[in-house]
């Protein structure tokens, strides 16, 4: 019976230490998952931005010529090629107008999680 006690309290600790040991592990191994997704979601992320800056650089120069054909056409206005200055006012104008759109809409891609 002595001996028995003896080997059960030998055995305890290496018991102890393996449930101590698959815990640890287990614990290892959800930070491992949190990691993996945190990362996933950091790629997510920046392909968003990517897509974005590509949208929003677009808008930009559409906009600008936009805008400056707006102008141009603004500055004929009242001299003889008044029929050119209105056209190149209207045609500029949308032309702006859509690139001040496309850069609104650029924007779109900042608050998605996920495609």
Do not use: W
Not at 33 to 48: C, Y
Not at 56 to 78: E, H
């Amino acid at each position: 019976m002595i001996k028995r006690c003896k080997i059960l309290f030998l055995f305890l600790p290496f018991c102890l230490i393996a449930q101590t040991a698959l815990a640890q592990e287990k614990d290892l191994d959800s930070l491992k998952q949190e990691i993996l997704e945190l990362r996933t979601e950091v790629d997510n992320i920046n392909l968003n931005l990517e897509k974005s800056r590509k949208k929003l650089r677009t808008g930009v120069l559409v906009a600008t010529i936009g805008y400056t054909v707006t102008i141009a056409g603004g500055l004929m206005l009242g001299r003889e090629n008044d029929s050119l200055g209105q056209a190149l006012l209207i045609t500029g104008g949308v032309t702006g107008i859509t690139g001040t759109y496309m850069m609104v809409d650029a924007f779109k891609f900042m608050g998605r999680k996920r495609e």
